[in-house]
């Protein structure tokens, strides 16, 4: 069974702080995706890899930045958060066309 | 960047009634996705359609596509609880990076 895991559910940081998000799934799956959901917005591409070390800016990378050393391993980088980032991170692999979704961590920055 | 746009934002039904939802786009697609979303969870895949399909099926679920009207409408037959819950459309432009709508928040009632 397809497997996407993030590593906190919930999450509290306070302004300026770097924050760490990670994202790992079980499919050997080549694309990983980060998105950003806020009301009423959808869901926004934030970064997404299509290959270990290889990376590409999504629609508002503003402020963040990825890591991916190993293929099933895909982590969302807040170099120093402030409150607008406060949001759900949902993180997804890509087989096929398809997206399979992690639980998504909702962050608060405080 | 955001291309789907779904209609209405909100829906609430009874318990055994259909529910349909529509979603618009803007630019050529290669296929248009739905998702589903529990409350606070990360987002399942539904069902596919490519850009050649006018009409896809799978359980209770029927999706058309109208690439003339750059549309697609989900339609969800008799109803369940288990249904309540947000629906997204994800347009796929040949990049394989989705773009998603806000969204429909559907609440069945028993």
């Known amino acids: 069974d397809v497997k996407v895991t993030q590593s906190s559910r919930y999450l509290v940081k306070r302004t300026g702080e770097k924050v760490f998000l990670e994202c790992v799934q079980d499919?050997?799956?080549?694309?990983m995706f980060w998105y950003r959901q806020d009301p009423g917005l959808g869901l926004r591409l934030i970064y997404f890899s299509y290959d270990v070390k290889m990376k590409e800016k999504g629609d508002i990378p503003e402020g963040y930045s990825v890591s991916r050393e190993k293929k099933e391993r895909f982590s969302l980088i807040l170099e120093s958060a402030s409150t607008n980032q406060t949001s759900m991170y949902l993180c997804a692999s890509r087989r096929s066309y398809e997206q399979y979704f992690g639980p998504g961590t909702r962050l608060t920055v405080t | 960047s955001q291309q789907g746009e779904e209609d209405p934002q909100a829906l609430s039904i009874q318990e055994g009634e259909n529910a349909t939802m529509n979603c618009s786009y803007k630019t050529s697609i290669n296929n248009l996705q739905w998702y589903r979303q529990n409350s606070g969870r990360g987002l399942v895949h539904l069902i596919l359609i490519r850009s050649n399909e006018r009409e896809k099926h799978s359980g209770r679920l029927r999706v058309t596509l109208d690439t003339s009207k750059k549309s697609s409408s989900l339609l969800i037959t008799a109803s369940r609880a288990a249904d309540t819950a947000s629906y997204f459309c994800?347009?796929?432009?040949?990049?394989?990076?989705?773009?998603f709508g806000a969204g429909t928040t559907v609440t069945v009632r028993a």
């Open positions: 994800a347009t796929d432009p040949y990049d394989y990076k989705l773009s």
């Open positions: 499919m050997d799956h080549e694309n």
